[in-house]
């Protein structure tokens, strides 16, 4: 069994930076990948970020967020940032971080491939 747990949500103003934390515990496979999604009132889950790990270790970002969103890894921490800058009022949303073993490529952006998920972090970003 896999537990995963954000911090680092808040209000911010438009442009202004957050960094999530997405701590897991338990046991996880070699072959495994934590993603970013969020989710606006009324809306599904949107895509934000992944890091993948299949022998090497691979990232991934929705279009909307590259060049502002990085997604990194601390191993000895059990722990996955989400450094957010630039972010807009459209970004409102919860964001929640999510685990899935051994995903292929094609499914890494598909929030039905991820069995474990965090409880999620409030992000408002308004003036």
């Known amino acids: 069994q896999v537990e995963l747990a954000e911090s680092g949500g808040g209000l911010v103003q438009p442009g202004g930076s957050l960094r999530l934390s997405c701590t897991a515990s338990g046991r996880t496979s070699s072959n495994y990948a934590v993603a970013w999604f969020r989710q606006a009132p009324g809306k599904e889950h949107a895509f934000v970020a992944a890091?993948?790990?299949?022998?090497?270790?691979?990232?991934y970002y929705a279009d909307s967020v590259k060049g502002r969103f990085t997604i990194s890894r601390d191993s000895a921490k059990n722990t996955v940032y989400l450094q957010m800058n630039s972010l807009q009022p459209e970004e409102t949303a919860v964001y929640y971080c999510?685990?899935?073993?051994?995903?292929?490529?094609?499914?890494?952006?598909?929030?039905?491939?991820?069995?474990?998920w965090g409880q999620g972090t409030q992000v408002t970003v308004s003036s």
């Open positions: 999510a685990l899935g073993m051994r995903l292929i490529t094609s499914s890494v952006r598909d929030s039905s491939a991820y069995a474990y």
């Open positions: 890091i993948r790990r299949s022998g090497g270790e691979t990232k």
